[in-house]
T-cell receptor, first 116, second 110 residues
Framework: DGGITQSPKYLFRKEGQNVTLSCEQN?????MYWYRQDPGQGLRLIYY???????QKGDIAEGYSVSREKKESFPLTVTSAQKNPTAFYLC???????????????FGAGSRLTVL | QKEVEQDPGPLSVPEGAIVSLNCTYS??????FMWYRQYSRKGPELLMY????GNKEDGRFTAQVDKSSKYISLFIRDSQPSDSATYLC??????????FGKGTRLHILP
């Protein structure tokens, strides 16, 4: 089945450590995204990438880094510079619908990061 | 004014009732509209998307868009306890930037 795989599902980190969240998709989508979700805050865009070897900052990129070396993969690194990293992280991919031009997102199951 | 407004709820309704979930928006450049359902500790899943004013039906779900009023709705008929989740509206335009509402928590009471 086509979809988006995020790993790990749960991750615990000590303060001062970097951690990398994996996101892999087999939907052949060009664009990929990382969102952060906190209670009462909705989805906030961290980074997005529309093509391989290119990515742009979203609304809350500080303390995060990404790479896009392959079309299928878009890993997110949460660095020690991120002041409040405990959150639910969601990866998504998208393709523009030919009939409407709509950019419809498909999400992974999420990764919950807890900083101890 | 925020681009997308969505009542966070929680909204509690009895099983079998018709549920109405709504979002308002301020940016007239939005051209397509989506509804996602998110169960606790899961990723959002796409329920419906539409790009024109009017109604679009899919089973027990109906999405309604009124571009003149900048108002979208999702109706759920014959609601079931399994419909209990958070519902997110989302919208986008030509720049492909997607804006999400903060979500409405829905509880269907057996």
């Amino acid at each position: 089945d086509g979809g988006i795989t995020q790993s790990p599902k749960y991750l615990f980190r000590k303060e001062g450590q970097n951690v990398t969240l994996s996101c892999e998709q087999n939907l052949n989508h060009d664009a990929m995204y990382w969102y952060r979700q906190d209670p009462g805050q909705g989805l906030r865009l961290i980074y997005y990438s529309q093509i391989v070897n290119d990515f742009q900052k979203g609304d809350i990129a500080e303390g995060y880094s990404v790479s896009r070396e392959k079309k299928e993969s878009f890993p997110l690194t949460v660095t020690s510079a991120q002041k409040n990293p405990t959150a639910f992280y969601l990866c998504a991919s998208s393709i523009v619908q030919a009939s409407s031009g709509a950019n419809v997102l498909t999400f992974g199951a999420g990764s919950r990061l807890t900083v101890l | 004014q925020k681009e997308v407004e969505q009542d966070p709820g929680p909204l509690s309704v009895p099983e079998g009732a018709i549920v109405s979930l709504n979002c308002t928006y301020s940016n007239s450049a939005f051209q397509y509209f989506m509804w996602y359902r998110q169960y606790s500790r899961k990723g959002p899943e796409l329920l419906m998307y539409t790009y024109s004013s009017g109604n679009k039906e899919d089973g027990r779900f109906t999405a309604q868009v009124d571009k003149s009023s900048k108002y979208i709705s999702l109706f759920i008929r014959d609601s079931q306890p399994s419909d209990s989740a958070t519902y997110l509206c989302a919208m986008g335009g030509l720049d492909d930037k997607i804006i999400f509402g903060k979500g409405t928590r829905l509880h269907i009471l057996p």
